[in-house]
């Protein structure tokens, strides 16, 4: 692994305050997140509710997601990002708040979820957009991998730190450390040294630009195509994490301490994917990537649903964490390099739309079928379905290398191999 280019992103001193910032403010994310499910399965060891309260967390970013992007292409994108970091502590101090007084409720849980659900809703395109302008472009692979590291970090260290301070503590001193997480991102921002963007008024309405975005998404055949299977990745598969507490709870009868332990493992899946992908020194040959990652993703969650021994459990749950993140990032960076700088941010709010905004929706189906089958077979039956989307895709492939070999030679990055 070549690590003068995997790290690489870090020499710029914008992106070195972003990615400290933004990493503590992610492990602040899945310390609440965990204990938010916690909390809920310990007052109504319902799977269904689990399912709701994940659907709650992403579902705004299923409607939203379009206008973060839009907004990223009308306004500057520092200030954007300053509001809605500031506005992303509002969630937990409200639960530490009602947690510390003893009157937090199950719809308390859920209401916040979804407020912060629709602040990352907003904050997300703009967050990938703002990237191209603390990097250089050919820092950008780095960069865009950087950023899912953070996510595989905090994924692997917050469920962790969680399990442990459950065990410790309880939820509402979980829900403090993630609002200190965000004040501290708020300063990073504010410390960044950034140039100020010369907006052009649109001249179309904001409607009619979200249309834009739309139709050059579609007509963009690389897009049009792998879209799809990252979101079917993400309604498959990536609502293992809320049914993880049934996992760790019925199937291995153990408590907090084992989810940390479990969501640990995936997190480490995925910082070990990024890693990888982050030493690559440019865009080619990520279709193989995508494709191995699609069906990694569909066969481990299968194997994970039925396996009764721990550490193949635990190995099976890193493939997966693995397989989802270097699905997702590697068509990120696939796109964000092909794609019109005036179109980013549209483009990447369709991307986040498929990539995080389909969790709710498999959330909700997952709880659903969990409760009338059992949490294995839910998630069985998402693996199997996602590695058949994912044989049709690799048959596809030789076509979609077609498409991408004129964009890449205009871009002078060029391969025969791709």
């Known amino acids: 692994m070549d690590f003068k280019h995997t790290l690489r992103a870090l020499r710029h001193r914008n992106y070195q305050l972003f990615f400290c910032g933004q990493t503590l403010s992610i492990i602040g994310n899945w310390v609440?997140?965990?204990?938010?499910?916690?909390?809920?399965?310990?007052?109504?060891?319902?799977?269904?509710?689990?399912?709701?309260?994940?659907f709650a967390g992403q579902i705004a970013i299923l409607v939203l997601?379009?206008?973060?992007g839009l907004w990223?292409?009308?306004?500057?994108?520092?200030?954007?990002?300053?509001?809605?970091?500031?506005?992303?502590?509002?969630?937990?101090?409200?639960?530490?708040?009602?947690?510390?007084?003893?009157?937090?409720?199950?719809?308390?849980?859920?209401?916040?979820?979804?407020?912060?659900?629709?602040?990352?809703?907003?904050?997300?395109?703009?967050?990938?957009?703002?990237?191209?302008?603390?990097?250089?472009?050919?820092?950008l692979p780095s960069a865009i991998a950087m950023n899912a590291l953070m996510q595989s970090i905090g994924r692997m260290i917050g469920p962790a730190i969680a399990g442990a301070l459950l065990t410790v503590s309880t939820e509402a001193f979980c829900f403090v450390i993630n609002t200190v997480s965000k004040i501290i991102i708020v300063g990073t921002v504010i410390?960044?040294?950034?140039?100020?963007?010369?907006?052009?008024?649109?001249?179309?309405s904001p409607l009619q630009q979200l249309r834009e975005g739309v139709r050059y998404a579609w007509e963009l055949i690389p897009v049009r195509w792998l879209l799809p299977m990252v979101a079917t990745v993400s309604f498959m598969v990536t609502p293992y994490?809320?049914?993880?507490?049934?996992?760790?709870?019925?199937?291995?009868?153990?408590?907090?301490?084992?989810?940390g332990f479990l969501m640990g493992a995936a997190g480490a899946g995925g910082v070990i994917g990024m890693l990888a992908l982050a030493s690559r020194k440019d865009v080619?040959?990520?279709?193989?990537?995508?494709?191995?990652?699609?069906?990694?993703?569909?066969?481990?969650?299968?194997?994970?649903?039925?396996?009764?021994?721990?550490?193949?459990?635990?190995?099976?749950?890193?493939?997966?964490?693995?397989?989802?993140?270097?699905?997702?990032?590697?068509?990120?960076?696939?796109?964000?390099?092909?794609?019109d700088n005036r179109m980013r941010g549209r483009v990447m709010g369709l991307f986040s739309?498929?990539?995080?905004?389909?969790?709710?929706?498999?959330?909700?189906?997952?709880?659903?079928?969990?409760?009338?089958?059992?949490?294995?077979?839910?998630?069985?039956?998402?693996?199997?379905?996602?590695?058949?989307?994912?044989?049709?895709?690799?048959?596809?492939?030789?076509?979609?290398?077609?498409?991408?070999r004129p964009i890449y030679e205009r871009l002078e990055i060029s391969n025969k191999n791709k």
């Not at 965990?34 to 994940?54: C, F, K, N, P």
């Not at 997601?65 to 973060?68: H, L, R, S």
């Not at 049934?246 to 084992?258: C, K, N, P, Q, Y």
């Not at 997952?366 to 989307?389: E, K, N, Q, R, S």
């Open 32 to 54: 609440q997140q965990i204990a938010m499910a916690w909390l809920v399965y310990r007052m109504t060891e319902s799977a269904w509710l689990l399912g709701v309260t994940g």
């Open 65 to 68: 997601a379009p206008f973060g």
């Open 72 to 139: 990223a292409d009308r306004f500057d994108r520092h200030r954007l990002l300053l509001i809605t970091q500031a506005l992303s502590a509002v969630p937990p101090l409200v639960l530490a708040a009602l947690s510390y007084s003893g009157t937090i409720a199950v719809w308390h849980v859920v209401l916040m979820a979804l407020l912060a659900g629709i602040v990352n809703a907003i904050d997300t395109p703009i967050r990938l957009t703002f990237t191209t302008e603390m990097v250089t472009r050919e820092d």
């Open 191 to 204: 410390w960044m040294t950034i140039t100020p963007q010369v907006i052009t008024p649109p001249t179309l």
């Open 241 to 259: 994490q809320t049914l993880m507490p049934i996992f760790a709870a019925e199937v291995f009868e153990g408590g907090a301490s084992l989810l």
């Open 284 to 339: 080619r040959g990520l279709t193989r990537w995508v494709t191995f990652a699609s069906v990694s993703a569909g066969l481990s969650a299968i194997v994970f649903a039925f396996s009764p021994w721990l550490p193949l459990s635990l190995l099976a749950i890193a493939v997966t964490g693995f397989s989802i993140v270097v699905n997702g990032m590697s068509v990120s960076t696939m796109i964000q390099t092909i794609v």
């Open 353 to 404: 739309m498929a990539f995080l905004g389909m969790y709710p929706l498999g959330s909700l189906a997952g709880g659903a079928i969990a409760t009338a089958l059992g949490a294995p077979a839910a998630l069985a039956i998402g693996g199997f379905i996602c590695t058949v989307a994912a044989l049709i895709l690799w048959r596809r492939m030789p076509a979609l290398r077609a498409h991408l």
